[in-house]
């Protein structure tokens, strides 16, 4: 057991001495005050225009906007259908007195969180995860490292499970930064302010059915919980091409294009189904807790994040086995 | 220096397993959340609490009704209801405005949106309440263009009175005070063949506006239809159906002769 601590000490330290970690954070450090300041350009553009700031009448003006949208004839369908959902959530917001906005470092932080999910966050992981390996091999320290008596899978896992740790890690603290840069504007007050989940679609319905009450707190732990995980998911991926390419500018190039081809694919071709069992485009976990409804039909949070393990679990076979048999020559 | 350092090494793996550890839970809250039979908990909201911002605005100027109000034909997409807005904002930056017209709503559609709570707490905010209605009721319970059924025209316009008495009641039981701004019915098709008939029927339908509206209190009727009686392809959109911006632009200016809002910007009634 002793033994394993230090293994996985060893590489977190490893990994985190690089300058890397510290590169990322300030990216973090970097961004949020622009996204802060974003949104709230966002939100005194929309005071201004209807010159007020009660948020009902803003909710009201919202919802007349996107009916009136939904009669023009040339609205694709499937934007008519998300429309529509939009617009019940929205009434159902409004019928219950609930403000969907409320300004606060939380609301801020929940918000941020549904954003990045999908691109953001996975970037940074990649960033960190994507040289894991194959930077043993650059540096060559690699044959220093599989010379010692420990066998190598148990090199390989500590290495994961110290990747885990480092991600879980960045998650935290991207969290807690949009918590404390956010706040210094939106203020920090909102933490137990009700938030609705339970939001589920049937043949384009929106089920209100479950719809109840969290408070915030508990909505941002759980958002980002599910954001931990689709970054779990695509370290994990990093971690195997790492092993399989042994440049990191390759394996991190490799792995850009497949987070960003992702993306760009659920936005291009919602009509085919097929893409849904790709990892990339199940990253949105998110969108499940707060209801938005997803692009491609038939996507669930149990299937998500069944697609997302499936990959997983191969990606890891794949670099045990790899890694175990590969000669290590140069 | 090398205790220091370690100790800043140890404290941040103690960082990451804690972090690990949360996030788990998070995760796991998630799923049950999302997937698991969720226990209906009881509404623990108070609106009490969040209703006590409100009461700061004094000046609103709310539009209800059909595609008019929306300002559908207007290539700038303001209509007159856009301009009227803008044009008291010049005087007062404090005039703030909800736009709640729907496109192609009837007036039975209307008794409908007038129910709706959100709508009614509008009213009674409202400093002035604009309202076009009757129009999709006109030209599509009337039969076609080609062939004007004169019973089923009546008929509709019977509902019509109805739904204007219910519409003009309803606003008025919310908001005593506000003057409503009732537009007259104009006709598109005055330079078709059939316009003495089409033209008779709006007529008749601005007859009934007028009588219904007498029966309320600080209910104007503002009349548009002789905008467009000379000349309608100039002021019409090339739909033949909704005004363009320069009809537009007329019906504001009637709207705010009517609101006495005068050149030099003082804004009176209300």
């Known amino acids: 057991m002793h033994n394993w601590v230090s293994l996985i000490y060893n590489e977190l330290l490893k990994m985190i001495k690089k300058k890397r970690v510290r590169v990322i954070l300030l990216i973090v450090v970097a961004l949020i005050p622009i996204f802060t300041y974003a949104q709230y350009r966002t939100v005194q553009t929309t005071i201004e225009q209807l010159g007020t700031s009660d948020w009902r009448t803003v909710l009201q003006q919202q919802i007349i906007d996107s009916q009136n949208r939904l009669s023009s004839s040339r609205l694709p369908d499937e934007w008519r259908e998300s429309l529509k959902l939009n617009i019940q959530q929205q009434q159902y917001y409004l019928d219950?007195?609930?403000?969907?906005?409320?300004?606060?470092?939380?609301?801020?932080?929940?918000?941020?969180?549904?954003?990045?999910?999908?691109?953001?966050?996975p970037l940074l992981v990649v960033v960190v995860a994507s040289d894991i390996v194959s930077s043993e091999h650059a540096g060559g320290t690699i044959k220093l490292l599989l010379t010692r008596p420990v066998r190598r899978w148990r090199i390989l896992l500590s290495k994961y499970l110290a990747l885990i740790l480092l991600v879980s890690f960045i998650v935290t603290a991207t969290a807690v930064l949009a918590i404390l840069i956010s706040g210094v504007i939106f203020g920090y007050s909102g933490w137990n302010m009700p938030v609705l989940t339970g939001f589920s679609q049937q043949n384009?319905?929106?089920?209100?059915?479950?719809?109840?009450?969290?408070?915030q707190w508990k909505y941002l732990l759980m958002g980002y919980g599910l954001a931990w995980f689709a970054c779990a998911a695509?370290?994990?991926?990093?971690?195997?091409?790492?092993?399989?390419?042994?440049?990191?500018?390759?394996?991190?190039?490799?792995?850009?294009?497949?987070?960003?081809?992702?993306?760009?694919?659920?936005?291009?071709?919602?009509?085919?189904?097929?893409?849904?069992?790709?990892?990339?485009?199940?990253?949105?976990?998110?969108?499940?807790?707060?209801?938005?409804?997803?692009?491609?039909?038939?996507?669930?949070?149990?299937?998500?994040?069944?697609?997302?393990?499936?990959?997983?679990?191969?990606?890891?076979?794949?670099?045990?086995?790899?890694?175990?048999?590969?000669?290590?020559?140069? | 220096m090398k205790i220091k350092g370690r100790l800043i090494w140890i404290t941040f793996s103690f960082l990451a397993v804690a972090s690990l550890i949360i996030l788990a839970i998070g995760f796991g809250l998630a799923v049950t959340e999302v997937t698991g039979p969720s226990t209906p908990s009881p509404d623990s909201r108070n609106p009490s609490d969040t209703d006590e911002t409100r009461g700061m605005e004094k000046d609103l100027l709310l539009g209800l009704g059909d595609s008019l109000t929306r300002g559908t034909g207007d290539t700038n997409g303001q209509g007159y209801f856009e301009r009227v807005h803008q044009s008291l904002r010049e005087k007062n930056r404090g005039i703030s405005a909800v736009n709640l017209g729907i496109k192609g709503q009837t007036s039975e559609d209307l008794t409908k949106q007038i129910q709706q709570d959100r709508v009614q707490r509008l009213l009674k905010e409202s400093r002035w309440i604009t309202v076009t209605i009757g129009g999709n009721d006109l030209f599509r319970g009337s039969g076609s263009l080609e062939k004007i059924d004169l019973e089923k025209a009546e008929n509709?316009?019977?509902?019509?009175?109805?739904?204007?008495?219910?519409i003009l009641s309803d606003i008025r039981e919310q908001n005593p005070d506000a003057p409503v701004f009732l537009f007259g019915l104009y006709n598109p098709f005055g330079h078709l063949e059939d316009s003495e008939k089409t033209s008779a029927l709006v007529t008749e339908w601005n007859q009934t506006i007028r009588a219904v509206s007498q029966e309320y209190t600080k209910v104007v009727v503002v009349p548009i239809d002789d905008i467009f009686q000379l000349n309608p392809e100039k002021y019409l959109y090339s739909d033949h159906f909704h005004p363009n911006e320069k009809g537009y632009a007329f019906m504001s200016q009637r709207l705010m002769q009517a609101m006495q809002v005068d050149g030099e910007g003082s804004v009176n009634g209300g």
């Open chain 1, 96 to 121: 219950h007195d609930i403000n969907p906005a409320a300004p606060g470092a939380p609301t801020f932080a929940r918000e941020f969180v549904e954003e990045s999910v999908s691109l953001f966050l």
């Open chain 1, 204 to 215: 384009g319905e929106l089920v209100t059915d479950h719809v109840h009450l969290i408070p």
């Open chain 1, 234 to 330: 695509v370290a994990t991926l990093s971690f195997m091409v790492s092993v399989l390419v042994r440049s990191t500018a390759a394996s991190m190039g490799v792995m850009l294009a497949a987070l960003i081809s992702g993306n760009l694919l659920t936005q291009l071709a919602p009509t085919w189904t097929a893409l849904k069992y790709l990892a990339f485009t199940n990253l949105r976990l998110t969108d499940y807790l707060s209801g938005s409804s997803t692009m491609i039909e038939g996507m669930t949070l149990p299937f998500s994040l069944a697609v997302l393990t499936v990959w997983s679990l191969a990606a890891l076979a794949v670099a045990f086995t790899v890694f175990t048999r590969n000669d290590v020559l140069a």
């Open chain 2, 156 to 166: 509709t316009r019977q509902a019509y009175e109805k739904n204007l008495q219910s």
